[in-house]
């Protein structure tokens, strides 16, 4: 059943114009900083943006810095929300169930799929734009089509000491990782959303509306006590994995929260698709 779901997912079209745009934003942000001739202050832009014209190993930082607050979470609600809704408008889901297939084993699967997804273009994301820093700003005392100066020896962490690149490809690993249970827990809200309506558009808006509340919240002095619940209270926290040493109390709040988002949320798709008349 996950097979199925996996070979459906790669034949939407739609699933590889989101990877690609997500690939592309980091892309066109390295080629306007290449041809800038200077780079943006601490502070300004995305997180690593300051770092990468004098060592392009860690864009892939950058890039993820880039596409994790808005574009990220869009693609992710796009492909949950169209999970359950989209067979249901277009008729199929009802035939999918008319097989030996238990709803709790297809529910899986479409959870399954949507991980595999995340993980793939969080993955393709890290690929294409370490593959771009490179080139553009060199590496390990190459510099890049962009030039410039003697780059430092060994990448810079957040709190000023010098990662060896061992040391970057393990915190990268281990920020692709939160990464991808920050996005599950989104995913499972959407995907809740997306079993209780026949519109993926319905269901995919639903997530994002999620998104934006508890954005807007995260700005409001007055929602502090709701902060550390709120689904995107601790997604930035992936960061604290590039200071030294690595800060491991909001990562492992973090980690706490998405588990229990797709703990409550998915249980709610499975009590809510379980008992539900299917009719299309």
């Given at each position: ?10 034949l939407r079209?739609?699933m590889?114009?989101s ?11 390295a ?7 200077f ?45 359950v809704?989209g ?5 199929t ?12 084993r ?62 970057l490809?393990?915190r990268l ?24 309506t026949?519109?993926?558009?319905g269901?995919?808006l639903?997530?994002?509306a ?8 995260e700005?409001?002095d007055?929602?502090?006590?709701a ?22 109390r ?8 998405q ?21 299309s």
């Amino acid at each position: 059943m996950i097979a199925v779901e996996l070979r459906k997912l790669v034949l939407r079209p739609r699933m590889w114009v989101s990877v690609g745009l997500l690939c592309l934003l980091p892309a066109i942000v390295a080629v306007f900083l290449a041809t800038a001739d200077f780079a943006p202050p601490p502070g300004q832009g995305a997180a690593f943006l300051s770092a990468v014209v004098s060592d392009g190993s860690l864009y892939p930082a950058a890039a993820l810095a880039l596409v994790l607050p808005l574009f990220l979470p869009i693609a992710v609600a796009v492909v949950a929300g169209d999970a359950v809704a989209g067979e249901a408008a277009g008729g199929t889901l009802r035939y999918l169930l008319a097989r030996p297939v238990g709803r709790t084993r297809l529910l899986v699967a479409k959870l399954v799929a949507v991980a595999v997804y995340v993980t793939a273009a969080i993955a393709l994301v890290v690929l294409t734009s370490l593959a771009v820093g490179v080139l553009l700003f060199g590496t390990g005392g190459q510099p890049g089509v962009a030039g410039g100066g003697a780059p430092p020896p060994g990448v810079i962490s957040m709190s000023g000491t010098a990662l060896s690149s061992s040391a970057l490809g393990w915190r990268l690993l281990g920020a692709v990782a939160y990464i991808v249970v920050s996005m599950l827990g989104f995913a499972a809200i959407t995907l809740f959303l997306s079993t209780v309506t026949d519109s993926a558009l319905g269901a995919a808006l639903g997530g994002l509306a999620v998104l934006i509340t508890s954005s807007v919240l995260e700005t409001l002095d007055a929602a502090a006590p709701a902060k550390p619940y709120l689904p995107t209270h601790y997604w930035l926290s992936w960061i604290d994995f590039f200071r030294d040493p690595v800060l491991w109390r909001n990562i492992d709040q973090g980690l706490l929260l998405q588990a229990g988002y797709l703990v409550v949320f998915f249980g709610a798709a499975w009590a809510n698709f379980a008992t539900r008349d299917i009719t299309s």
